[in-house]
């Protein structure tokens, strides 16, 4: 079909379509041993790579020396996020059935704003959005075909969340508006804010006794109540699920009552952790996902997807459409959906792709032992640190996130994480929380492996003989 398509629109001669689809399978086989070598390269981009290339090139050059380009300049200039030894950020695990998806959306190349455009789109998105959302044990109300809503995949959390709050703000139509969101949470939230113009206000989360950080309900009523007598109207109010620096779980249940009593609307990120609620055994922590009014979590983080793919549902889809519909005349119009119309950009690939063949090549039980894998090496870590008197945990394990430092002062945490930027086999990060810095480990992609786990431990234990003896 491919080869059809590619001789309709670019009338190339039979020779050529070879040569391209030769020079493809060679891209693969290239992709294939940079995988490869992973393991045996260092996690950090090469101190001095080859430089890329930078005449205009006004004749073509030549695919193989592209491919040279792309395995001397490329690839040795790349943080390897899918390396074993990457234990900074959340993981934006790839795989195999999730770059042929990618292929297969890049190779239809239809922008599938509206059901006329890409019919194929629309029927991917309520297909993978209610797998996903079965997968989630999610409420009807999320559910194509079972309530008003239904799912759709944006590019990125940040996405989702100003479009929610975009949408949150046109419906209330106030002037002073305001926003809620815990101080944990990720500054995409505070940023939507920010560019929509709203005041956010960010609610202190109390320490509880894994060293957490949930919002503290009673702070967030106090601050709405202050809000309201200087006139103000709350329109959003954001719980989270897995905070990027601790892992901060948000009481959902009492925040979506308050949210409710409010009529604001609920907005709930779970892009790192959303995913763990499809093992049953983790399914609570979306408790309270029911009185949401949008709730978002990304695939690109834990389920093999690799970025952009971030997967939010709503559970009225007028509220989008109603704030978000535009028409022209030299469009169709149709009556079924439109992710125009879901939307803030007009335009979009066919982005459930990666997600269905991901779903179908692994399987709901494939995916819950890559959960599972993850959560097993943030265990490790969290033993191996107990195990050390030296060091103490700052954030016990969320999923697979530990937050340990050195006890004391700040100094010999600082320390081991200055010698950790300095060294090229390892990619962990430090941070700080109540002013005292730690180590955030996040377990890696690709795979998470136990042995590098321990690997990790060993050189931030290294750093601390150093710096101790
Ligand atoms: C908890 C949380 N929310 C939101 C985001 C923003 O994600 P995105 O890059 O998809 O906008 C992140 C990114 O890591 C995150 O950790």
Redesign the pocket.
Known sequence: MLRKLSRKLANMPQKEIQENLNNTKELLDSISKYFESLSSINVKPTKSPVPLPKDLPIIPIPFNQILNTIETSIYPNNLHWLHPMFFG??PASTSWPSIQGSLVSKALSSVAFTTSSCPISTEIEKLVSNWLGQMLNLPNQFIYGKGEGGGLTYG????AVLTAMACARLKKNTVNPVAYTSNQS?F?IIKAAKVLGIPIRLIPGDRDNNGNYPLDPKKLVKQIEDDKEKGFTPIFICG?V???NVGAIDDLETIGKIAEKEDSWFHI?A??AGSFAILPELRHILNGVELATTFNM?S??MLLCGFDC?NMWIKDSSLLTNHLTQNADYMKKSNVIDYKDWQIPLGRNVKGLPLWMVIQQFGVEGIQKYLRNHIEAGKLMEKLVDEDKRLEIIARRSFGLVGFRVKGENELTDGVIQRLAENQEIFLLGSKSDGRSFIRFSPGSNPPDLSNVRKAFEIVKGYLDELTN
């Not at 990125?156 to 996405?159: D, V």
């Open positions: 950020y959340f990125s959390a940040s996405e990720h995409s989270c897995g905070t990027t990120d892009a790192y990304n690109s983080k971030s």
